[in-house]
Nanobody, 123 residues
Framework: QVQLVESGGGLVEPGGSLRLSCATA????????IGWFRQAPGKERERVSC??????SIHYADSVKGRFTISRGGNTVYLEMNSLKPEDTALYYC??????????????????WGQGTQVIVSS
């Protein structure tokens, strides 16, 4: 079983930055694909970024490309968010799935989920 705990959300002004963390347990990150997702009220859930060590893949949604950066250190995956906009306001989740060699991080079902951390971008 994979456990995921997000942290780092909060209230920030437009143009500001936040760094979200996803602490993992129960399985080495070397064998996991990790995705960051978000869901705003009344909107569908969106995958904003993902990373997998099995094939070195990293992917960003067009809406965050150039502003968000995903990285990993130890058993934690980070999402550095810069130049934040009001439309980035959402509940952000990290999710995981067991990784397979050669499979892109975009192609996983993501079976394990954290509880989420709220991001509010407002002046």
């Amino acid at each position: 079983q994979v456990q995921l705990v997000e942290s780092g959300g909060g209230l920030v002004e437009p143009g500001g930055s936040l760094r979200l963390s996803c602490a993992t347990a129960g399985f080495s990150l070397d064998y996991l694909a990790i995705g960051w997702f978000r869901q705003a009220p009344g909107k569908e859930r969106e995958r904003v970024s993902c990373i997998s060590s099995s094939d070195g893949s990293i992917h960003y949604a067009d809406s965050v490309k150039g502003r968000f950066t995903i990285s990993r250190g130890g058993n934690t995956v980070y999402l550095e968010m810069n130049s934040l906009k009001p439309e980035d306001t959402a509940l952000y989740y990290c999710a995981a799935d067991r990784a397979f060699y050669g499979k892109s991080c975009q192609d996983y079902a993501y079976r394990y989920w954290g509880q989420g951390t709220q991001v509010i971008v407002s002046s």
